[in-house]
């Protein structure tokens, strides 16, 4: 099965409120993790990373949190505009062998922002 | 801003037909990645490159399936026969060294009628 899954397929919130999209992962071994941002027919696009050395890193209205304990990453998206409506994916890389590594993404989280 | 370029950007093919996509990475990502995302699901990865060779073709359906970077620069998916169940989103991403950086191109959608 996926290691790395969210915990809500859907996210509806009003303009200009604060985000939260929560996803958990299973691999001890991940080192690294990115959350993309993808709108309808559009390649993934890159949001913020952290590795698994930092529990927390801030962007321009976004902040990812890494929790080691208990597997969970978030995704918190500051003043919430129309234009941040979008799927959201957490991504982790898995490094296996001499690999450099690659990314097992989750399902993703549907973010509908109401005006 | 330097970008991963990918084509065709829509492709339209009857099953059993062959079909090709193309993607330039980054200059300078010795990493190259093919994935395939299903509507409403997360991209899965297919093959990946580590210059020309592959590191990875664990989930490549290799019966009809086949990639290759050549040159270690830009890299080319194959399906021949195409079926039903392959129509979705052709993704190629390129990193740098360790995963990072990695960046996703636009896509290709494939639809087989």
């Known amino acids: 099965g996926e290691s790395v899954g969210l915990h809500l397929p859907t996210l509806s919130v009003q303009e200009g409120d604060n985000s939260i999209i929560n996803c958990a992962y299973s691999?001890?071994?991940?080192?690294?993790f990115i959350w993309y941002k993808q709108e309808s027919g559009k390649g993934p696009q890159f949001i913020i990373d952290?590795?698994?050395?930092?529990d927390k890193r801030q962007g321009q209205r976004v902040t990812v949190l890494l929790n080691k304990t208990v597997k969970h990453l978030s995704l918190q998206i500051a003043a919430t505009q129309p234009g941040d409506s979008a799927v959201y994916f957490c991504?982790?890389?898995?490094?296996?062998?001499?690999?450099?590594?690659?990314?097992?993404f989750g399902k993703g989280t549907k973010l509908s922002v109401k005006p | 801003e330097a970008e991963v370029a990918q084509s065709p950007r829509y492709k339209i093919t009857e099953k059993s037909q062959a079909v090709a996509f193309w993607c330039d990475p980054i200059?300078?990502?010795?990493?190259l990645y093919w994935y395939r995302q299903i509507l409403g699901q997360g991209p899965e990865l297919l093959v990946q490159?580590?210059?020309?060779?592959?590191?990875?073709d664990s989930q490549l359906p290799k019966d009809r399936f086949s990639a290759e970077r050549l040159k270690g620069v830009d890299s080319t998916l194959k399906i021949q026969p195409a079926e039903l169940g392959d129509s979705a989103m052709y993704l190629c991403?390129?990193?740098?060294?360790?995963?990072?950086?990695?960046?996703f191109g636009s896509g290709t959608r494939l639809t087989v009628v």
């Open positions: 991403a390129s990193s740098l060294e360790g995963g990072y950086g990695y960046t």
């Open positions: 691999n001890s071994a991940s080192d690294y």
């Open positions: 952290i590795r698994s050395n930092m």
């Open positions: 991504a982790e890389n898995i490094k296996s062998g001499g690999s450099q590594g690659n990314l097992i």
């Open positions: 200059s300078g990502h010795a990493t």
């Open positions: 490159f580590q210059d020309e060779s592959v590191v990875d």
